[in-house]
């Protein structure tokens, strides 16, 4: 069965109502005359005014985020161009901490699927800190990582369980 997935409103409140608190708490904090402190809570509150507007961002997304069909899979936050099952070489269900994730693997450069500066941008961060440039999850989206696996399982090649500590070990390198 296709799966298709939208931002969960329920969790970008979460995530909203967080970001309002810390922002609230650094504005208190800054009420000093300690410059230190004074410091950290300006760049404290200019950092969760971007995540607000982040998350703002995201709430009036009403486009689809994450398709995996039998057309191929596509993120919205990752690709712009939907990969075909034809073109995907590999998968791995990888876990690194509490995050879990399903890297997707292709034949052609992942620099196919993606037209935005901003998400080459991001792909090169990922890898540069052991992340595979391709990697789907589940986070502020309205379906499960299980929901994710059957719908990959069902469309596309095996999916292989990574060994999380020689992946810890190689983005150790």
């Given at each position: 069965?296709?799966?298709?997935?939208?931002?969960?409103?329920?969790?970008?409140?979460?995530?909203?109502?967080?970001?309002?608190?810390?922002?609230?708490?650094?504005?208190?904090?800054?009420?000093?005359?300690?410059?230190?402190?004074?410091?950290?809570?300006q760049v404290t509150f200019l950092f969760f005014l971007g995540l607000t507007i982040f998350v703002?961002?995201?709430?009036?997304?009403?486009?689809?985020?994450?398709?995996?069909?039998?057309?191929?899979?596509?993120?919205?936050?990752?690709?712009?161009?939907?990969?075909?099952?034809?073109?995907?070489?590999?998968?791995?269900?990888?876990?690194?901490?509490?995050?879990?994730?399903?890297?997707?693997?292709?034949?052609?450069?992942?620099?196919?699927?993606?037209?935005?500066?901003?998400?080459?941008?991001?792909?090169?961060?990922?890898?540069?800190?052991?992340?595979?440039?391709?990697?789907i999850n589940a986070n502020s989206i309205n379906v499960s990582f299980d929901q994710m696996q059957?719908?990959?399982?069902?469309?596309?090649?095996?999916?292989?369980?990574?060994?999380?500590?020689?992946?810890?070990?190689?983005?150790?390198?």
């Amino acid at each position: 069965m296709p799966l298709s997935a939208h931002y969960d409103r329920k969790k970008l409140t979460i995530l909203l109502a967080a970001s309002f608190g810390f922002m609230a708490l650094s504005l208190l904090l800054s009420q000093t005359d300690d410059p230190y402190i004074f410091a950290t809570a300006q760049v404290t509150f200019l950092f969760f005014l971007g995540l607000t507007i982040f998350v703002l961002a995201r709430f009036v997304e009403r486009r689809e985020i994450l398709r995996i069909d039998e057309n191929g899979v596509f993120d919205r936050r990752i690709i712009d161009k939907t990969i075909p099952w034809s073109e995907v070489e590999r998968l791995r269900a990888i876990g690194k901490g509490k995050m879990r994730f399903i890297s997707v693997t292709a034949t052609r450069p992942t620099t196919e699927y993606i037209t935005s500066g901003f998400k080459r941008k991001m792909m090169k961060v990922n890898e540069f800190i052991g992340f595979h440039a391709i990697g789907i999850n589940a986070n502020s989206i309205n379906v499960s990582f299980d929901q994710m696996q059957t719908a990959f399982a069902a469309f596309g090649p095996e999916i292989e369980k990574a060994d999380a500590k020689k992946d810890e070990e190689k983005s150790g390198e």
